[in-house]
């Protein structure tokens, strides 16, 4: 379903179909806040560079089994919820290009299968969680065009 046109928000059946595997909406025209029921997921999602907006719900810390999440390109404001560092089974997490604000969590360090960390280009401020240091996977982290500060330790 991506590169289309598609208008309007996620249906809320997509929400609850256990046997569907690989959800890709990526490149369209949707917008809206996403529902607390993306906790249900259990497929791969891809829903970048659309036009979702509002915070990103703390139940996405119940999508266990993802492997890859990608929520870039979109107008995604508040904090990252802490609840991201339930996602301990996920090797990529690409969520640039947004409005998020606030500090990174230091349950990001929780993520220690983490291969791939995008969080460049939005407004995270404070300093860098020192339990990124966790994440001995990590191969490529993008933190570029934030307003991060502090020392790094």
Sequence with gaps: MSSNKLKGSLPATIYSMPSLQYVDFASNELSGPLSTHIGNMTSLLRIEFNHFSGNIPKEIGR????ERLSMSGNN????LPREIGNLTTMFGLFIHSNALSDNIPKEIGCL?????????????DGSLPKEIG???LLSYLWLNDNK??????
């Design 63 to 66: 999508l266990g089994n993802f």
């Design 76 to 79: 995604f404001s508040g904090s």
């Design 112 to 124: 220690i299968n983490l291969e791939e960390l995008q969080l460049e280009v939005n407004d995270f």
């Design 134 to 136: 966790n994440m001995t």
């Design 148 to 153: 991060l500060s502090g020392t790094i330790s």
